[in-house]
């Protein structure tokens, strides 16, 4: 059994989704997503068109290729946020991601082809809370509690509320403007019911398994907009999917068994989805 945690191989995050097939081609047992459910959450765009065709709200947006002149459909209304169209961790998301004229919006797409190296995606940006939501299983699926990324006092009225790669990963300053994750409080039952009903049919629509953690951007009318997909989520004991499950009464050495049943499982079944 390989418990696998990989990141990325040869410094490219996109091949994460090659070792999961040769595992299986190698008849290894391991735990997390199959390959094509890597592939198809891997891709913002990719995974936001299939969600929307099942009638789940996700941002517009425009992908900006490397090398081509940047120009802004006419339908998507600024502000928008910029991003690596397949890193992940928030990797180049920092507050000048967030464009509101279309010079600002070339400068950054500019900045994700250059520093980034990879294609960029421009989505309508969300002003709202951000929710993420921890999924477990293979058919049958069980929902981890909400959980919110809680921003403190970070950067003061004019910055936007939003999972930087400083805020997501700089501890010192997260102590310092108050940064924390915990359970989304004051979600009336019926925004709760419908979040976690989205989160099981996003699931299942990229054809994930294992487990896997979704996020959301709630707005303020109480739309759940979906974000994107990570089928490789931090798992680390500190962590927000660790942290939700313990909120659910999954303490972290059974959250590990849990996975590694899961893969022993798929294993068994001798049926792939990849």
Known sequence: MVFTLLEEFHNNVAYDQHIASYLELMKVPYTGCNPRGLILARGKDLSKTLVHHRRIAAPAFAVFPMRRKVKRPTRLALPLIVKSLNMDGS???????????????????????????????????????????????????????????????????????????????????????????????????????????????????????????????????????????????EIAKSQEFATAAQHAGLKYPDLLQRILALGISRAKAGVSLG
């Open 91 to 233: 990797f180049g998301i920092s507050q000048a991601s967030i464009v509101d004229t279309d010079e600002k919006l070339a400068e950054r797409v500019a900045f994700i082809h250059e520093r980034v190296e990879s294609a960029a995606i421009a989505e309508q940006f969300i002003e709202g809370r951000e929710l993420y939501v921890g999924v477990l299983g293979n058919n049958r699926l069980r929902v981890l509690p909400i959980w919110e990324l809680k921003f403190g006092s970070m950067g003061g009225r004019r910055s936007r509320h939003i999972a930087t790669e400083k805020a997501k990963h700089d501890t010192d300053y997260q102590e310092k403007v108050g940064i924390v994750d915990g359970p989304a409080k004051d979600l009336a039952p019926e925004v709760t019911a419908r979040i976690q009903r989205a989160a099981k049919r996003i699931y299942r629509a990229l054809g994930l398994d294992g487990y896997a953690r979704i996020d959301f951007r709630l707005a303020a009318d109480g739309t759940p907009y979906f974000i994107e997909a990570n089928p490789n989520p």
